[in-house]
T-cell receptor, first 110, second 114 residues
């Protein structure tokens, strides 16, 4: 089983601060996804990155896929309380079901 | 929102009893999955299906069975529930298993085995 390690596991910051969440693996992934999950709900896809070195932006969120396709990062600029949630990275080597990291639980305090 | 309905949303059952969770989709997606989510473990795949009557095991399949007799329904059965199966169970669907394809999740079923 390919493992995805996420760090940090927990993050509590003040509104307006910047933060970065990491997703690392010893294996190469054909593509990688980031999901966000709110309490009592299922995960919802934020972005998919498929090319090594790729950078995607979604408003204040910036996602990067490592050149070797073994790691990814999520950077949030000027975090807001609405960004609070569980952030999950997920990937697979090809046509196999998604493997998920354990997640980063983010709390943004107003 | 993708049409995925999980039932029941909450269930409390006794150790040793059988339990069936249902996932119903209206998207006609070929692939359906059952995951469990536990603190410190994230989402772990239990079983998945790649078509009617076609299923395969995931990472944590022991103690669980599944059935898919129709495209739209995927059932997860705990033959004899144990306390270690207390968890939140999520059903997901996708058009392909590839990680460049979006997976859509249900709202989850919180199962407590006492």
């Amino acid at each position: 089983t390919q493992l995805l390690e996420q760090s940090p596991q927990f993050l509590s910051i003040q509104e307006g601060e910047n933060l970065t969440v990491y997703c690392n693996s010893s294996s190469v992934f054909s593509s990688l996804q980031w999901y966000r999950q709110e309490p009592g709900e299922g995960p919802v896809l934020l972005v998919t990155v498929v090319t090594g070195g790729e950078v995607k932006k979604l408003k204040r969120l910036t996602f990067q896929f490592g050149d070797a396709r073994k790691d990814s990062s999520l950077h949030i600029t000027a975090a807001q309380p609405g960004d609070t949630g569980l952030y999950l990275c997920a990937g697979g080597p090809g046509n196999t079901p998604l493997v998920f990291g354990k997640g980063t639980r983010l709390s943004v305090i107003a | 929102d993708a049409g995925i309905t999980q039932s029941p949303r909450h269930k409390v059952t006794e150790t040793g009893t059988p339990v069936t969770l249902r996932c119903h989709q209206t998207e006609n997606h070929r692939y359906m999955y059952w995951y469990r989510q536990d603190p410190g473990h994230g989402l772990r795949l239990i079983h998945y299906s790649y078509g009617v009557k076609d299923t395969d095991k995931g990472e944590v399949s022991d103690g669980y069975s599944v059935s898919r007799s129709k495209t739209e329904d995927f059932l997860l059965t705990l033959e004899s529930a144990t306390s270690s199966q207390t968890s939140v169970y999520f059903c997901a669907i996708s058009e392909s298993p590839s990680s460049d394809t979006e997976a859509f999740f249900g709202q989850g079923t919180r199962l407590t085995v006492v």
